[in-house]
């Protein structure tokens, strides 16, 4: 039946507006009040209509309740929508790509328009929206589009420059109907509803599509499930969607699949309430409301290396890095990019980010479009701590808060097969670590990851409080899944060689053995993971004030965790066995994409600059480790790595990598080829470069401790460190000329700095602040909640060259003879030594003249393994940053 209805014209105008900065806070001077940099992809044809142009060309957008693809098409849009709850599985689940997330929507408008010029659209990060015009014949059409988390809508406006002169079919389908899908779409009124059952879990899917034109008429064809407008003016479509999953742990532990969401409502009633809310509102308030949400989050971070917008558009910008002249302008938009999935893809209340974030076009989506906990969950929050947007991991939050029930099951589970006498009969045996998971199920235990897994979500969850420091969230939800996690961990471990030690234990992907074995006992990730999670409950425990059963246990067990083992290449060892680099078994993958030994460094905190030992010897495994890999998310990784340990050249040579191997035309990272697309390197690389910017792991604020020299001038504002200081920056051919600190909470702020204690150093309003200097590169301050703290006037620094190619020229039990190439600066060399697995350097020597040196001393002959490091000293007593090391063994 059609419906035919005539329209009334409503108030539905406007534009987006760019928010301004007041004159009060263009005025101030502060880099914190400065506007963000104006970043946007833009593009001047539509992407093509198939599988290779979403992936590659449409525009990604999204609210957490659904993800968008936008094609901007002339003659027909088509709009691609992801619901992440609308799963699909099979009894015989295996192979590359596999039943999982499935394509909720394709939903296509259709114009007709065949004869364009003036073509553009655009995703402008600044104000979270899309846009396509173009004219075709004297008229100018155009569309806006945004996703709102307040008002859980899509909101479409499509306007033509003169009156009565828009026409459109609104046309949603429901794609992959068949064994597993089933489905239908009828039209009524101004709506066309979408709804179906997918059979594997019983879920219940709708979809509505409200058109509220201005001027015109309108069609609505129920049995084709279709509206037609015509000679409009202009038009708004609002699109609603949900399923009937509900956060509720039944769902994971139900175990009969189609019974999981049984007894959950009909999502009918929920969407028409989402589309019934939004419609009653002008787009100008929904609009509005969008944007006070979207740049309440994304404005609090800016970065600028000085690029100006490129007049090509991005597919080239894309095409010609890094060579073209815009190369620097797609560093800032990948580093803001990423930022924007974050916000798209990761609400509270809606399900968390998976391997494609929220997006997925596929039936049968790349591993299944699962939550991977070995590094692609963890990597999809680096940024979210960081980068100033630590809300953005609620959604993860609720989402173990239901999924840990199961996990509770499989901890005594495992207590009990893998050391029963530490089996509590009652239950009480934590939780452990996933490998794998979706919405609907979190299997047991696989031997691709070990349970060092729990131990680095749990990190996460601390990084949550570090970054905040809210006390209520400590004890309401961060302390007790640290404290369960130790539980587990505590009982799990056994006494091996006077260590506690996981027994079966893997490293992420690793083989040993020609690729017949991944299981062994005490790998470098689990006991790592161990060591950082026992070690952060007890802090939170202190905060706290707590005094539960376990801690005494924690407190003891933690310094048999046994987490570093310092290799006889200088590698930081990924198993114990492991002698020279890649020797376990002599088959390990000595280029693997994953680097689970170095978690300690990153994102862990037992890795930092008061460990140099350690330090080296994971920059020492990073060489070993290369280039090779062509993997987007462990290029990624290693950005933030090799900028942990201050080598931001090096670091930088992974972003260059990262964004002219992996990035496709709409920055989707292009996984390993296909293309492929992968969301972990997106978020990964906004948090390497956060790494080179800014660090703070040993609770030292340390802004630029691994500036690229490509980077020589630029800013940044509102960084996010440990203990929630918001830092900003502006530096000039390599050197900071001015830092900003935002006290959020108060608290003790430690800044670090080369000759930040020969600085100014005020507060916003101008007074001076008291500090206490630790030599001349780091400062104390007891900050004031709310208060900014600006450092200016910085002695410019000059590093001393370090010395190269040490080496032993002879070795003997009692003395070795050293010598090295010398440094231009030097003035006289210090020699340090590590012994064994020892974190830190012990002088040896000082004061030497030359560039040999022979070191005598008496425990040379029992010393099995030493690490010996020459540094040079300048003659105003600064030495080095590097050093050039060797790994002396017992001859």
């Not at 569309?143 to 033509?160: G, H, N, Q």
């Not at 006991?527 to 004030?545: D, R, S, V």
């Not at 890999?629 to 950005?639: H, K, Q, V």
Request: overall charge negative; hydrophobic content about 35%; glycine content about 8%.
């Amino acid at each position: 039946m059609t419906k035919v209805l005539a329209v009334t014209t409503l108030a539905w105008t406007g534009m987006y507006l760019v928010p301004e900065a007041s004159a009060e806070e263009q005025g101030s001077g502060l880099i914190a009040d400065g506007a963000g940099k104006a970043l946007r992809l833009w593009y001047d044809e539509p992407a093509p209509d198939s599988d290779a142009g979403w992936v590659n060309r449409s525009i990604p957008m999204g609210n957490g309740y659904m993800g968008v693809n936008v094609f901007g098409g002339t003659t027909s849009e088509r709009i691609q929508i992801t619901e992440n709850s609308l799963y699909d599985w099979a009894a015989k689940n295996s192979g590359f790509k596999r039943r999982g997330v499935n394509n909720f929507a394709e939903v296509y408008i259709d114009f007709g328009h065949n004869n364009t010029s003036n073509y553009e659209r655009e995703l402008n990060l600044n104000e979270g929206g899309s846009y396509v015009k173009y004219k075709e014949k004297d008229v100018e059409y155009s569309r806006e589009y945004f996703t709102s988390y307040p008002d859980k809508v899509m909101a479409i406006r499509l306007k033509a420059s003169k009156a009565g002169a828009l026409s459109f079919t609104l046309r949603p389908t429901i794609p992959f109907l068949g064994d597993s899908k089933s489905g239908s779409v009828a039209a009524d009124s101004d709506t066309v509803t979408l709804s179906g059952v997918m059979s594997y879990f019983n879920i219940k899917f709708e979809g509505q599509f409200k058109v509220i034109p201005t001027g015109g008429r309108m069609n609505a064809l129920s049995s084709e499930g279709t509206i037609a407008v015509s000679d409009a003016d202009s038009a708004v479509i609002l699109i609603a969607v949900g399923t009937n999953y509900q956060f509720d742990p039944k769902v994971f532990l139900t175990t009969k699949a189609a019974d999981k969401l049984a007894d959950f409502p009909d999502p009918h009633a929920k969407v028409t309430g989402y589309l019934a809310d939004a419609a009653a509102k002008s787009y100008e308030a929904l609009r509005a409301n969008h944007q006070a949400d979207y740049t309440e989050l994304y404005d609090r971070v800016s970065m600028d290396l000085g690029a100006t917008a490129p007049a090509i558009p991005t597919d080239e910008l894309v095409d010609t890095y890094p060579d073209g002249e815009s190369s620097r302008y797609l560093e800032e938009l990948a580093f803001q990019f990423g930022r924007y999935m974050l916000i798209c893809s990761s609400r509270a209340g809606t399900l968390p980010p998976h391997l494609q974030g929220i997006w997925n076009v596929y039936a049968r989506p790349p591993w299944s479009s699962q939550y991977l906990h070995d590094t692609n969950v963890q990597m999809a929050y680096a940024p979210a701590f960081s980068a100033n947007l630590p809300e953005m991991f609620e959604s993860y939050a609720g989402f173990f808060k239901v999924f840990v029930h199961r996990q509770r099951l499989h901890a005594t589970e495992y207590i009990r097969k893998y050391n029963p006498s530490q089996l509590d009969t009652s239950g009480d045996n934590g939780w452990s670590g996933p490998f794998w998971a979706n919405p609907y199920d979190v299997p047991g235990k696989t031997p691709i990851a070990g349970f060092g897994t729990g131990g680095w979500i749990s990190q996460m969850f601390w990084d949550y409080y570090d970054y905040t420091r809210d006390e209520t969230l400590l004890a309401e939800t961060v302390y007790p899944v640290m404290y369960e996690q130790a539980n587990f961990v505590s009982r799990f471990v056994q006494e091996i060689d006077g260590a506690l030690l996981a027994k079966p234990s893997s490293s992420p992907e690793q083989y040993l053995e020609g690729k017949k074995k991944r299981e062994t006992i005490g790998t470098t990730f689990d006991q790592q993971m161990f060591y950082e999670n026992h070690h952060n409950t007890l802090t939170a425990a202190k905060i706290l004030g707590r005094n539960d059963d376990r801690l005494e246990l924690y407190e003891k067990q933690l310094p048999f965790l046994d987490p570093i083992h310092v290799g006889k290449s200088g590698q930081i060892k990924e198993f114990r066995q492991e002698q020279f680099y890649g020797d376990a078994g002599s088959t390990i993958d000595p280029h693997h994409r994953h680097t689970s030994m170095l978690l300690g460094s990153y994102p862990g905190q037992l890795i930092n600059d008061s460990t140099p030992a350690w330090l080296d010897a994971v920059k020492k495994t990073l060489t070993l480790r290369t280039r090779s890999s062509n993997i987007g998310w462990a290029r990624a990784e290693r950005i933030a790595f090799w900028a942990r340990v201050h080598d931001g050249d090096e670091a930088y040579l992974f972003y260059r990598d990262l964004l002219e191997g992996n990035y496709l035309h709409n920055l989707f990272n292009d996984h390993r080829g296909g293309p492929l697309f992968q969301a972990d390197a997106n978020y990964g690389a906004t948090a390497g470069v956060v790494e080179l910017l800014l660090q703070s792991q040993d609770y030292v604020v340390s802004p630029l401790p691994a500036l690229p020299a490509v980077w020589s001038d630029g800013s940044y504002r509102g960084l996010l460190t440990r203990g929630n200081f918001e830092v900003s920056a502006q530096w000039s051919s390599g050197q900071a000329t001015r830092l900003e600190v935002l006290s959020k909470v108060g608290g003790m702020l430690e800044l670090r700095y080369p000759n930040i204690a020969k600085a100014v150093i005020k507060t916003a309003d101008g007074n001076t602040v008291d500090f206490s200097a630790k030599g001349t590169d780091q400062i104390s301050v007891e900050t004031t909640k709310g208060q900014a703290y600006v450092v200016s006037d910085i002695p410019a620094y000059t590093p001393v060259a370090a010395p190269l190619n040490l080496k032993i020229d002879k070795d003997g039990k009692s003395q070795v003879e050293l010598s090295w190439t010398g440094s231009a600066d030097a003035a006289s060399y210090n020699l340090y030594r590590a012994v064994g697995n020892a974190p830190d350097y012990e002088m040896i020597a000082s004061d030497i003249a030359g560039t040999h040196f022979v070191y005598k001393a008496a425990d040379l002959k029992k010393i099995g393994q030493m690490t010996l490091k020459v540094i040079a000293v300048r003659a105003d007593g600064r030495e080095s940053d590097e050093g050039a090391t060797v790994i002396r063994l017992l001859p």
